[in-house]
Nanobody, 115 residues
């Protein structure tokens, strides 16, 4: 069982910045991809960004140019830098990792952006 430890998030103001990090207990060599999803109240969970083992990166259109995902392979940790925050970024953010083809999810961390 892979454990994910999320940190960061919290509250911020529109136009500001927040960051998230997530450390996976699996080895970096067995990790296929890491990333973030989010779920706003009353909405479905949706992909925010992910990065693969070959460093392919994909962002949701709604965060392109504002959020940056990065990865520390040695620590098997994924980071999400969130800039130019908007109130619509308010959501619970979930870290996920794909290890040898199996998805694992973090418990989620709340990000609240006030206008």
């Amino acid at each position: 069982q892979v454990q994910l430890v999320e940190s960061g998030g919290g509250s911020g103001q529109a136009g500001g910045s927040l960051s998230l990090s997530c450390a996976a207990s699996a080895s970096g060599s067995s990790t296929n991809a890491l990333g973030w999803y989010r779920q706003a109240p009353g909405k479905e969970r949706g992909m925010v960004a992910f990065i693969t083992s070959s460093s392919t990166i994909k962002y949701a259109d709604s965060v392109k140019g504002r959020f940056t995902i990065s990865r520390d392979n040695a620590k098997n940790t994924v980071y999400l830098q969130m800039n130019s925050l908007k109130p619509e970024d308010t959501a619970v953010y979930y870290c996920y990792v794909i290890v040898i083809g199996t998805n694992y999810w973090g418990k989620g961390t709340l990000v609240t952006v006030s206008s």
